[in-house]
């Protein structure tokens, strides 16, 4: 009898030992969802919420996080379930321009956002789910042309250099210290004037030696040095699509796979572009429009097809466009007009505003007396530009003016919020100026160190600006006016680049070839002591690490053969975080791990690395033999019995 004991409390030792080498993570009791509102123009807005248990559909979540944003929400039902038609100012226009509010799942999987198989009112969400409306049109194969920009933990996108395709400059960002908490040097010995673009849950600047994209911990995930020698780092990038965009000065506009940096395309224009391009779908097609300077003569406006390249049109302007960026408007392109430079570095009109249809049709021109050289913003029914002389103007789209208020001279892109318009000048002001309907009028002026040549901020309440002398300067103001502090990048330099928000960092590129990220470094805790468990091929991978305070935690991993990250959604649970990569194969896998707070502020580790191996050989090779001795022994026991 004793010698089938034996072996059976063996193989009992030896099951238990495979068992604990597989884990399942612990369901939270909570359902927390993310819900991330994509409009058109290139803005997206994101809110977390907390669902009731017996209603956790994606149709209660969205009411509650527009509830949360202020956004206008009407849908309706049918026997289909729950039909969304409008969210904020954008609503369904299926016959006319295509556009329509799409529901979006996030897959943790495959790291991407696909189309929702479930209607709104149908679809059950889990703890750590993130979902989104995106207010776009489909292609021929009836998928979005433009997905979301917004990743796990990642939810404040910034697309463009104005925060938007309207220029407003504003962003739904929170401000919070001006503690260092990172910065990466490009390769430049110019540095870097080009202004930084967020999402995909990365980081995108150029230089005149390559575009970048990062890591919210400042690492480098890619670079692409196509175009270089002078190429890069005038014109800021742009993202859509699956695409980053930019303009160079080798006089090319390229479009690069955003999530691994190789050339998607690219289509010689033979002028050279100094502001960004700009993107709307028209006819149910994506077209990229991008305005050029020419050295002594008129620049012009470019029309190309997105997805491959293929210039569409091109019209004469009146004069060349220099770093102002085009605004697009009901389906119209509004551009600056700087006037045509001259071998003094003089410009000559003609100066204005050029009103062109998305067809490459003049509607209207308005001349103005002076260079416009910032960029062209439209809130509400309104249309704002500032002229290099001060001259900051209000008017319709068809091109009459409301009002006209004098300022310092100025080549600085107003930020318009509501009816406050907030913009620098060349003197060293900043501005606040109420629209009052038929006039407008200056509410306070606050005096920096140097010129304001860079484009002005609004986040949260808060005012922006850089100023671009030898010791450039951050200051953040109240929008009452009030400052609430500054800070000076060391090495000291000149400021061009304009500040943007990328989730809880304020981002300031500067000339020395510096992008700085700051922050709070207090309020989050350190990601530290991570531990490692179980890394072998065939096995779930166990990543944890000890905090007191409970935030969203989200896991980020990739192995060695893939260029991008998959999410996970760790744990919280006596004090330890805990998540699990599913098994891999032999060979490196890569994460970091990104926090975020309430309040929506994020903390992202460094990256770890750590070498997927196959099992000990007494677990691999030993367990067969023992199994086939046992077998063997229990086999002749009830032979000899």
């Known amino acids: 009898m004793m010698k089938h004991i034996i072996p059976f409390a063996v193989l009992v030792l030896i099951t238990m030992t495979i068992a604990s080498t597989v884990s399942s993570q612990p369901e939270s009791s909570q359902i927390r969802a993310t819900v991330i509102i994509s409009f058109g123009n290139g803005e997206e807005l994101s809110a977390t919420v907390t669902l009731p248990p017996n209603n956790a559909t994606a149709i209660k979540a969205t009411e509650l996080a527009c509830e949360n944003l202020s956004l206008y929400l009407n849908y309706s039902w049918s026997t289909y379930g729950a039909f969304v038609t409008q969210i904020g100012w954008e609503k369904n226009d299926y016959m006319g321009s295509g556009y329509y509010w799409h529901l979006m799942v996030w897959k943790n999987d495959s790291y991407e956002w696909t189309s929702s198989i479930e209607g709104a009112s149908s679809l059950q969400l889990k703890d750590g789910d993130i979902v989104a409306w995106i207010y776009t049109v489909d292609n021929p194969s009836w ?20 925060g938007n395709f309207n220029n407003t400059g504003v962003s739904q960002g929170e401000i919070y210290r001006s503690d260092l908490i990172w910065k990466f040097k490009g390769d430049s010995p110019w540095g870097f004037s080009s202004t ?59 479009a690069f796979n955003a999530l691994n940096g190789t050339l998607a395309w690219e289509a010689y224009i033979g002028e050279d572009i100094t502001s960004s391009p700009v993107v709307d779908i028209v006819n149910r097609t994506p077209m990229v429009f991008v305005a ?15 997805e491959n390249g293929t210039q569409k049109w091109n019209l004469t302007l009146l004069g060349s466009n220099y770093f102002g960026i085009p605004l697009i408007f ?42 416009i050289r910032s960029s062209i913003v439209a809130s509400g029914k309104r249309i704002y530009f500032l002229t290099a002389n001060g001259n900051l103007t209000a008017m319709n789209e068809n091109g009459s003016v409301i009002w006209i208020e004098k300022i310092e001279s100025s080549t600085s892109s107003p930020a318009v919020y509501n009816d406050m318009i907030y913009v620098g000048g060349k003197e060293g002001n900043i501005y606040a100026i109420k629209d009052e309907g038929n006039s407008a009028s200056i509410i306070w002026k606050k005096k920096v160190n140097g010129a304001v040549q860079s484009n002005v901020l609004y986040a949260s309440g808060n005012i922006i600006a850089t100023t671009n002398i030898q010791n450039g300067t951050v200051y953040v103001f109240s929008s009452q006016g009030e400052l609430i ?6 090495p000291k330099s ?22 700085y990220a700051l922050g709070d470094a207090l309020s989050l805790p350190q990601i530290k002591d991570v531990e490692i468990s179980n890394a072998f091929v065939n096995s779930i991978i166990e990543i944890s690490f000890s905090s007191e305070e409970e935030y969203q935690a989200i896991l980020f991993y990739r192995n060695d053969t893939e260029d991008k990250y998959h999410a996970i959604w ?22 970091y791990i990104s926090l975020v707070s309430s309040t929506g502020e994020m903390r992202t580790s460094s990256t770890h690395e750590f070498t997927v191996i196959n099992p000990i050989p007494e677990i691999t090779f030993v ?10 022994i229990m086999l002749r026991d009830r032979v000899r019995g």
């Open 494 to 515: 000149y400021l061009f680049s304009s500040p943007v928000i990328g989730d809880s960092f304020l981002l300031i590129a500067s000339n020395s070839g510096y992008l």
């Open 292 to 306: 050029t300077f020419k050295f002594g003569a008129q620049g012009h406006l470019y029309a190309f097809y997105l």
């Open 196 to 254: 930084p673009v967020v999402g995909n849950g990365m980081l995108y600047i150029a230089d005149s030696s390559a575009l970048y994209a990062l890591n919210f911990n400042g690492s480098l995930i890619w670079k692409n040095s196509k175009g270089a020698a002078g190429g890069y780092g005038i014109a800021s990038p742009i993202l859509f699509g699956d695409f980053v965009i930019i303009g160079t000065y080798d006089q090319y506009l390229r």
């Open 623 to 632: 367990l067969p033999i023992i199994l086939a001795v046992l077998i063997s």
């Open 143 to 162: 998928k979005p042309y433009n997905l979301p920009k917004s990743a796990p933990a990642n939810y404040v996108v910034w697309a463009t250099p104005r």
């Open 485 to 490: 502090w500054n800070y000076t990048p060391q």
């Open 330 to 371: 009901h389906g119209k392109l509004y551009v600056p007009i700087a006037g045509i430079e001259d071998s003094s570095y003089r410009w000559n009109p003609p100066f204005g505003v050029q009103c062109i249809d998305e067809h490459g049709f003049y509607i209207w021109n308005y001349t103005t007396e002076d260079s």
């Open 570 to 591: 760790m744990s919280y649970e006596n004090g330890r975080y805990v998540g699990y990569i599913p098994p891999q194969k032999e060979g490196n896998v890569y994460f």
